[in-house]
């Protein structure tokens, strides 16, 4: 399950925990559950991708390609900078 589907899940069972009623697929209250638990989705993955990314040995794409060892062809050891693995 994916951030989006667990955001609905969670926000839907909370909603009928403090209302004591299930919304309707189609109310308001339902439409801004899912517009919400899309928006927070997007930002849950950016800040996956960020984190991810913020380390040279887990970076991937244009981050990736940004770190030292990654143009010259070493790598990172032990804290150090190693040029040959």
Do not use: W
Not at 2 to 23: F, H, R, S
């Amino acid at each position: 399950m994916g951030y989006y589907e667990e955001l609905v899940d969670k926000m839907t069972t909370y909603y009928c925990n403090q209302t004591k009623c299930t919304p309707d697929q189609a109310s308001d209250v339902m439409i801004r559950i899912r517009v919400l638990a899309d928006q927070l989705a997007e930002h849950c993955k950016t800040a996956e991708a960020a984190v991810q990314n913020a380390f040279p040995l887990t970076a991937e794409g244009e981050a990736f390609k940004a770190v030292p060892f990654a143009q010259g062809g070493g790598s990172v050891r032990g804290g150090g900078y190693v040029t040959s693995l």
